[in-house]
């Protein structure tokens, strides 16, 4: 697959590459805080760059690709939780009720709609710098790649407002020309040498699995199924202390992907007093204690979630041949003949 992709885009020119600005609104009457998978939109814009630019872009993809051809890197379908990250995922959209498949599917189509940037200040006063996508023209199939803006890689001059009428900080840079450390005036933003994810003949092949998440707004989606899943635990009356999974839920966004997973094993609605004494039992082999009480799992600290959920989601498993012990929630579940 990478092969393919790497002599799709050498066989292009950067003379037709477009730079696209990507930014995040929240909707309206919506707070940061709405327990909402849907809670944001995602704006396109335009950006006109130099020869100079569009090279770069260029050549940042193409040694991305050969690196990873290089390498060898396996191809193999997105999971929530993967231990391996010498891997590439591939990811399909169309399914999904996300908001940025608005992005990919209605609006970068409609490139003449699309406006061009002015200047970043009129825009990151109200929306939040998001990420920023590279287009490849091939004979009108396009090609995108996707990088995540982090806050700090985007500056503006905030002379409005500051004191004096002074900027809250100064960005230099060490001109070879004076040999002197110099003012940087006007809006800079910081274009990585790196890429998170590509779209291409309509699947996403992610190479930064945690941005990817971020861009796409998978974060928000697992925390929606995390709390689902702390719903189904209260539902099942066999855990004492479901509140303190709750708190750790809005807290801690890393178990939030744990809870996709127990998910995914539908075990959070199979809970039973056979299945709490198993645990019980599979606990003691890897000295963990899983607290209960008149037949109950109790959670009453951070441990005690820790311990029922890796015992819930089959966290120890055994190789078949070797018979050796491992612990991961990765893992894919396999027919038996």
């Not at 849907?38 to 760059?49: E, G, M, P, S």
């Not at 539902?235 to 479901?242: C, D, H, P, Q, W």
């Amino acid at each position: 697959m990478i092969e393919n992709l790497l002599e799709t885009i050498q066989d292009l020119t950067p003379k037709n590459l477009q730079l696209y600005f990507i930014t995040r609104v929240l909707k309206k009457g919506l707070k940061k805080s709405a327990k909402s998978m849907d809670k944001f939109d995602y704006k396109l814009y335009r950006v006109d760059v130099n020869p100079d630019i569009r090279e770069h872009l260029y050549d940042l993809t193409v040694d991305q690709l050969e690196f990873m051809h290089k390498k060898n890197f396996e191809v193999s379908d997105y999971d929530v939780i993967s231990d391996d990250t010498q891997q590439i995922f591939t990811y399909q959209m169309k399914t999904k009720a996300l908001s940025f498949a608005d992005v990919i599917y209605n609006v970068l189509p409609k490139k003449s709609k699309i406006k061009t940037i002015q200047n970043i200040e009129s825009i990151v006063l109200d929306e939040e710098m998001w990420a920023y996508c590279v287009g490849f023209d091939n004979e009108g199939e396009w090609i995108y790649t996707f990088r995540k803006i982090l806050s700090g890689k985007v500056a503006i001059d905030e002379k409005k407002g500051s004191k004096k009428g002074k900027m809250n900080s100064i960005r230099t840079y060490f001109s070879t020309k004076s040999n002197k450390l110099e003012l940087l005036h006007g809006e800079t933003v910081n274009l990585d040498k790196q890429i998170d994810c590509v779209f291409w003949e309509d699947a996403f092949y992610i190479f930064k699995k945690t941005q990817f998440e971020q861009i796409v707004g998978l974060a928000e989606e697992f925390k929606k199924v995390a709390e689902d899943v702390v719903e189904s635990l209260k539902n099942s009356n066999m855990i004492e202390g479901v509140e303190l999974i709750s708190k750790e839920v809005a807290e801690t966004p890393s178990i939030h992907k744990k809870l996709v997973r127990l998910q995914k094993t539908g075990n959070a609605d199979n809970i039973t007093t056979e299945s709490i004494a198993l645990m019980r039992q599979v606990g003691k082999e890897f000295n963990l204690e899983l607290k209960c009480k008149d037949g109950k799992i109790q959670i009453e600290d951070k441990n005690d979630i820790d311990v029922a959920l890796k015992l819930l989601c089959d966290y120890y498993k055994e190789g078949k041949v070797s018979g050796k012990n491992y612990g991961t929630y990765a893992g894919k579940q396999l027919p038996v003949n």
